[in-house]
């Protein structure tokens, strides 16, 4: 078990362009979480996977976001037209089950010039 | 909706020493769990130590305790013995308990901690 991984770690776009972030889950976890964190804030809450079912998202999750989890395992979230705004921190985080303790990846940092 | 507030944005703290963060809760909820987690410097974020709602019994993780206080709606964070290792950001946050609700986290603005040699 090699705890959740999540690819790229970073990356810099230009505004208008779709980029697309995957997250490995720890192995096992039907739960997957996905959060923003912008400068000197906390984690915020995007959206939530059980299984491959996608249950819950957040009003921070415009039209232009859409997130897959296709085979309950791995999840890969997509931001289509960038703005400068979507710059952030990208974390992805997996728990066993309803209750259990959230464990995060190390995030994609993303930058939008 | 559940705010979470962490009241003291910078700390710093001799190693070896003892230092308490500060957080406090808003909820209607009855049972929940709250939960400090760590970030070192471009490291990800891991778990600290976790507080079940309905357990009256602080929670301790070896260095690490909470004083919870659910009336008051406060959990802070001691952290004894303090090491360099321990400079991290430091989030408090606040889960919903329940099998039909989402469980996702709510965190704090955090604070940093330097533990200085």
Known sequence: ????????????????QNVTFRCDPISEHNRLYWYRQTLGQGPEFLTYFQNEAQLEKSRL???RFSAERPKGSFSTLEIQRTEQGDSAMYLCASSWGVQETQY???GTRLLVL | AQTV?????????????????????????????????????SRQMILVIRQEAYKQQNATENRFSVNFQKAAKSFSLKISDSQLGDTAMYFCAFMKQGVYNNNDMRFGAGTRL???P
């Open chain 2, 114 to 116: 330097t533990v200085k």
């Open chain 1, 104 to 106: 995060f990846g190390p």
């Open chain 1, 61 to 63: 999750l415009s039209d």
């Open chain 1, 1 to 16: 078990d090699t705890g959740v991984s999540q690819d790229p770690r970073h990356k810099i776009t230009k505004r208008g």
């Open chain 2, 5 to 41: 507030t962490q009241s003291q944005p910078e700390m710093s703290v001799q190693e070896a020493e003892t230092v308490t963060l500060s957080c406090t809760y808003d909820t209607s909820e009855s049972n929940y769990y709250l939960f400090w987690y760590k970030q070192p410097p």
